[in-house]
Nanobody, 120 residues
Framework: QVQLVESGGGLVQAGGSLRLSCAAS????????MGWFRQAPGKEREFVAA????????YYADSVKGRFTISRDNAKNAVYLQMSSLKPEDTAVYYCNRVRYSTRIAMDAWGQGTLVTVSS
């Protein structure tokens, strides 16, 4: 089991940018894919982006493609989500998790997430 701590959320105006961070425990971080998910109020949690173990391959939901960038630093056991051109519909609690890269299915228990609020 990997423990995950998300941070970096906040209030931002539409069109603005935020960078989310996820710190993961464990010495095998560099061996597995990671993903970002989000859950908007009253909606189910949805996939946002994934990155493979090396950082050489990424995958995005259509709703964020071209606006969000996922990256990782295996030396720091960290994964990031750079969000730009934010829209009010991006408002959600954002979570990171280990994923199976081929299916983007989360593998571990969820952390507390970090809240992103985009004002219009």
């Amino acid at each position: 089991q990997v423990q995950l701590v998300e941070s970096g959320g906040g209030l931002v105006q539409a069109g603005g940018s935020l960078r989310l961070s996820c710190a993961a425990s464990g010495r095998t971080f560099s061996t597995y894919a990671m993903g970002w998910f989000r859950q908007a109020p009253g909606k189910e949690r949805e996939f946002v982006a994934a990155i493979n173990w090396s950082g050489g391959s990424t995958y995005y939901a259509d709703s964020v493609k071209g606006r969000f960038t996922i990256s990782r630093d295996n030396a720091k056991n960290a994964v990031y989500l750079q969000m730009s051109s934010l829209k009010p519909e991006d408002t959600a609690v954002y979570y990171c998790n280990r994923v199976r890269y081929s299916t983007r299915i989360a593998m571990d228990a969820w952390g507390q997430g970090t809240l992103v609020t985009v004002s219009s």
